[in-house]
Nanobody, 121 residues
């Protein structure tokens, strides 16, 4: 069994900051790419940022310069620093990981349950 558990969401005023964390646990052999996605009510889930095991990053155009993704490979954890938040950033933020487990012979894709970020005055 593999679990991805997000934390760090909450209510913040426009212009504020939050730091999201996602810890992967369970029978994990190795984690490849990790990332963050978000989904607002009535909208499709969209990519926010991804990071490879080696630290290469990719960002959606709408967050460049405001959000920073990072990871701690020793702790199987990925972070998302959100700065200069806007009301339109209000969404449920989901952690995602491609990883190898002890039980399977190939790579699998896993999701967390999400953490709510609300930007409002």
């Amino acid at each position: 069994q593999v679990q991805l558990v997000e934390s760090g969401g909450g209510l913040v005023q426009p212009g504020g900051s939050l730091r999201l964390s996602c810890a992967a646990s369970g029978s994990i052999l190795s984690i490849a790419d990790m990332g963050w996605y978000r989904q607002a009510p009535g909208k499709q889930r969209e990519l926010v940022a991804t990071i490879t095991k080696g630290g290469a990053t990719n960002y959606a155009d709408f967050v460049k310069g405001r959000f920073t993704i990072s990871r701690d490979n020793a702790k199987n954890t990925v972070f998302l620093q959100l700065n200069s938040l806007k009301p339109e950033d209000t969404s449920v933020y989901y952690c995602n990981a491609w990883l190898f487990t002890i039980a399977t012979s190939g790579i699998g894709n896993y999701w967390g349950r999400g953490t709510q970020v609300t930007v409002s005055s």
